[in-house]
């Protein structure tokens, strides 16, 4: 099949990964729609893919994977530059000549009896000047289909191009034998490369997200003036119709998608308040003409956690879910071939298939104590199908942000909400990132892992440089910067319960952060930042939370805090000459204030 492009870097490369994985046919992805079906309907042939309700999940299949390929694997990413300093301490790092020595023989031949698909996409809408093209070599339909709805995939891809350019991200990606021995995600930044094998799950295998959209994005932002950031996008619309933007970055499983899908409490909509989704999962970021940070989405679609999503958990989430939707490792509800996970409803199905493909009795079965579905089972579905997609989705220019947000998982220590002093001291906050393990929900206090921005497997690069970047990025944008705040939903009472509610409740503390963004409220000056007033976060319409629960939320313990900047100055020694002096004196600042 020819090539879709006349680009001859594209061209030599692809020639070079035929030549490499010698498969029996070649396939060029052009994103058409007839293709696409004829590549679904070999996938149900084989049993790779199985065909679900087509009247209530119209256009949706589901796949399952082998029970050692579930998830990421970060003992086994590798960021391979040259330099193993430039890797930093928080990723494993090999030499490039070596990596490369040790995977090839591993791909040699590895397509022989299988069809080889070339699939050309955009990160970011075709035409923007935010958007980066990559291409993904890979043996896997599963691969091609979730490709189909995360990115703009197909010929359309290389308009942004052009016939001569080499910016494009090669990706070269073969399940091989699924062998978790042999599994490697491998990431070389100097080459604009991406090397994965034996996996044939989501984050490992969908070039596009993690490995290009973080890993070498970042590191294309620090050589370029931009950033790329695990961060989501939303846009609240105040009753006057204006929208204001913010990001926020959370570790995984902290609940970045209900965030940025949440519909706010009726004391807003009735009052004409609405939330837009642009992203839930990734930034890019640039400064714009105007001198603001401009964002884009450079995901099409969503690949979320299935468990725990809802009607009241994630009404959005779950909507966008309805049609043209793959999932992979929920289980079956075999009498009308639907999907069910778990806290999706209390109605486990009678006649189900559990994760791995044994068919069980699912209540009995979620009685003894099993889970039907995998607890990081996923929804690949359709950004289009997002009731509250924002109609700035697609455009090239992306949002103006007014705020970035950080948060994390913490029981005791950080407060509802606080605003850094200033953008050094926001990105101190934002390095200083961190969640406990879920053993706080026992009362217990969990251990506490730090999260840098929640990049810490995502950064392409030296920690330390990274955050060199972020304090570049804030001489550049000056007074135009975002504001940055950090919030945490998770502060839990004396019987390990969580006191805020979260979930919709959160667009009150939005409502705080982008009075703050437009100087419309005062703040408590604190040793870690800016506070609210308690009585300046709206608490109308909760059930049992008054001001005073506010305020408690908002204290702020110094003896806690003294030993938080304790671990603190423990985590930054990691980073040794590259830990930004701007970050120590922030840190020594913070101790100062802290006793007073
Ligand atoms: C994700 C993650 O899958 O952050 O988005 O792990
Ligand atoms: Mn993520």
Known sequence: MASLTKNPNVNKWVDEMIALCKPEKVMWIDGSKEQLDALRAEAIST????????????GCLYHRTKPNDVARVEDRTFICSRKKEDAGPTNNWCDPKEMYAKLTPMYDGVMKNRTMYIIPYSMGPIGSPLAKVGVEVTDSIYVVLNMAIMTRMGADAFKNLGDTS???????????????????????????????????YGGNVLLGKKCFALRIASYQGKNEG????????????????????????????CGKTNLAMLIPPEGYTKRGYKVWTVGD???WLKPGPDGRLYAINPENGFFGVAPGTNEKSNFNALAS?????????????????????????????????EWKGEKVNGPEYVAAGNKLAHPNSRFTAPAENCPCISPEFNNPQGVPISAMIFGGRRAKTAPLVYQSFNWQHGTFVGSIMASETTAAATGAVGVVRRDPMAMLPFCGYHMGDYWAHWLEMGKILGDKAPKIFNVNWFRTDENGDFIWPGYGDNMRVLDWIIERCEGAVDAVETP????????????EGLDGITTETVADLLSVDKDLWKEEAAGIEEFYKKFGEKLPKELSEELANLKARLSK
């Open 166 to 200: 080499d910016d494009f991200v090669r990706g070269l990606h073969s399940k091989a034998d699924v062998d978790p021995e042999k599994r490697y995600i491998v990431q070389f930044p100097e080459d604009n490369t991406i090397w994965s094998i034996n996996s044939a």
């Open 528 to 539: 870690i930042g800016y506070e609210p007033k308690p009585e300046d976060i709206n608490v």
């Open 226 to 253: 931009w950033m790329a950031e695990h961060m989501l996008i939303l846009g609240i619309e105040k009753p006057n119709g204006e929208i204001k933007y913010v990001t926020a970055a959370f570790p995984s499983a």
């Open 281 to 283: 999962d990734i930034a």
């Open 47 to 58: 049993g790779e893919m199985i065909k679900l309700n087509e009247e209530k999940l119209p």
């Open 321 to 353: 879910t309805r049609k043209n939707t793959i999932f992979t490792n929920v289980a079956i509800n075999n009498d009308d071939m639907t999907v069910w996970w778990e806290k999706l409803d209390k109605n486990p199905p009678v006649n189900a298939t």
